[in-house]
T-cell receptor
Framework: GAGVSQSPRYKVAKRGQDVALRCDPISGHVSLFWYQQALGQGPEFLTYFQNEAQLDKSGLPSDRFFAERPEGSVSTLKIQRTQQEDSAVYLC??????????????FGPGTRLLVL | AQSVTQLDSQVPVFEEAPVELRCNYSSSVSVYLFWYVQYPNQGLQLLLKYLSGSTLVKGINGFEAEFNKSQTSFHLRKPSVHISDTAEYFCAVSDGQNFVFGPGTRLSVLP
């Protein structure tokens, strides 16, 4: 079956531009996570959805970051008024059930965002 | 809050040699422990995880890790590496609420 997919794979934005990053999780997966991975570092948690409900957004770095999953499947991470420090790889992961931190997370290939 | 330390940012090793990638964590509560691998231009893939039970965990591709509670470590080992094992390896810890990754270790297997 298909894994987690993300689009676009690469995005170049001018500072101040808004961007939208899409994640298609594995079909039937209840949980969905977004991470930010800066160059040379491990992924850092941004936000977590259980179906359509955003249960944890404690990792979002500022109010310019917004995520949604309106129908409990596809999710979009939106960054408004992008800044150079937003340049990173944005990873999406999904897991099957509700045991949020115990289950295996399946990761997409990421979207590499470069803000000029 | 928990944290994860991977002391070696880069580990070069010759093909067919053994390797150990170190991971230490800090947490005030019981944790779950994971190792993920990231091949170039690919997403992270789970190698193995420790939830409970036996402290020696076997994973895919011949990797294994041992949970040592007293030393708060979860080192990853492989007795004989292949060129195809060249990748970035991430240790991660979860206390059931938060999920935290280490900074990663780049394993380079040399011919």
């Amino acid at each position: 079956g298909a894994g987690v997919s993300q689009s676009p794979r690469y995005k170049v934005a001018k500072r101040g531009q808004d961007v939208a990053l899409r994640c298609d999780p594995i079909s039937g997966h209840v949980s969905l996570f977004w991470y930010q991975q800066a160059l040379g570092q491990g992924p850092e948690f941004l936000t977590y959805f259980q179906n359509e409900a955003q249960l944890d957004k404690s990792g979002l770095p500022s109010d310019r970051f917004f995520a949604e999953r309106p129908e409990g499947s596809v999710s979009t991470l939106k960054i408004q008024r992008t800044q150079q420090e937003d340049s990173a790889v944005y990873l999406c992961a999904s897991s099957l059930g509700l045991a949020r931190r115990q289950e295996t997370q399946y990761f997409g290939p990421g979207t590499r965002l470069l803000v000029l | 809050a928990q944290s994860v330390t991977q002391l070696d940012s880069q580990v070069p090793v010759f093909e067919e040699a053994p390797v150990e990638l170190r991971c230490n964590y800090s947490s005030s509560v019981s944790v779950y422990l994971f190792w993920y691998v990231q091949y170039p231009n690919q997403g992270l893939q789970l190698l193995l995880k420790y939830l409970s039970g036996s402290t020696l965990v076997k994973g895919i591709n011949g990797f294994e890790a041992e949970f040592n509670k007293s030393q708060t470590s979860f080192h990853l080992r492989k007795p004989s590496v292949h060129i195809s094992d060249t990748a970035e390896y991430f240790c991660a810890v979860s206390d059931g609420q938060n999920f935290v990754f280490g900074p990663g270790t780049r394993l380079s297997v040399l011919p």
